[in-house]
């Protein structure tokens, strides 16, 4: 579904990451961890084509990036950034439909079609009751939640993520990667980041550990995320825990 293949992106004039390879199937989940500054927004622009990159390859379904327009990557890839705001009283039923232009010519309108597949979404989601309230009306993971909806509503095989679960509270955070995990098995790859490693060993496959723009380490969550790499990510202590069951949860040591 997504190839990268040693990837060097950053911005006009300066290098922020070189080297980063890795390959996602669909039904795949894989997360991306790692400090403030370290690359991992910029590395999702990248891969979506909205910067340039600055050496190597990404390939979205054998395709060369460059050799797709704008239209067919939106066709093809769900994006939900981070930190969205909500200035307009659109309902959750037009924010979610905004997700269909990928599919629709330049003056066409939405058809019916359309609105059966963004409803689709919405229950998907679980917030199709929400669907004749406001965004600017509704809670911050509510608007998550219609966020991953709206990119859903393009019929993508992969959906990026950055930070999906950013400020939101435990309840609403659970939501979230229940609902991505949830979509992994009907099959659409998925690529998000996240700043707390406990969500990469609740519902990745894989965790690729990205410091100073550069890969630490890839592989199953409970191989790479271990006190030596998230200490030298984060320069903090920490413990990684095993849980009944086969799980893990990672504890920082707070010094007095």
Do not use: W
């Not at 999702?44 to 460059?66: N, P, S």
């Not at 439909?97 to 998907?124: N, Q």
């Not at 993508?156 to 995990?181: C, H, I, M, Y």
């Amino acid at each position: 579904m997504l190839e990268v293949d040693s990837l060097a992106f950053g911005f006009p004039g300066r290098t922020v990451g070189r080297d980063v390879s890795f390959a996602l199937a669909a039904g795949e989940v894989m997360c991306v961890l790692g400090p403030n500054g370290g690359g991992k927004t910029t590395l999702f622009r990248t891969i979506l084509g909205l910067l340039e990159k600055h050496g190597g390859a990404v390939r979205i379904d054998g395709a060369a990036l460059e050799a797709l327009d704008r239209g067919e990557i939106a066709r093809r890839v769900g994006y939900v950034p981070q930190g969205h705001a909500a200035y307009f009283a659109y309902t959750v039923r037009e924010f979610v439909l905004m997700g269909r232009t990928a599919h629709l010519g330049v003056f066409s309108a939405p058809g019916k079609g359309d609105l059966a597949v963004a409803h689709k979404a919405l229950e998907a989601l679980g917030v199709a009751h929400l669907a004749d309230k406001p965004v600017t009306e509704i809670s911050g993971g509510e608007r998550q939640l219609a966020l991953v909806a709206r990119a859903l509503a393009q019929e993508p095989k992969l959906l990026v993520l950055d930070e999906p679960t950013a400020s939101l509270d435990f309840g609403n955070q659970v939501r979230v990667l229940e609902k991505l995990a949830s979509l992994a098995a009907s099959g659409i790859a998925i690529l998000f980041s996240s700043h707390d490693p406990d969500h990469a060993f609740l519902c990745a496959r894989r965790a690729l550990l990205l410091a100073e723009g550069r890969v630490l380490e890839i592989g199953a969550p409970r191989d790479v995320i271990r006190a030596d790499t998230l200490e030298r990510m984060y320069r903090v202590s920490v413990q990684v825990l095993p849980l009944p069951g086969g799980a893990h949860t990672c504890l920082p040591a707070i010094r007095p």
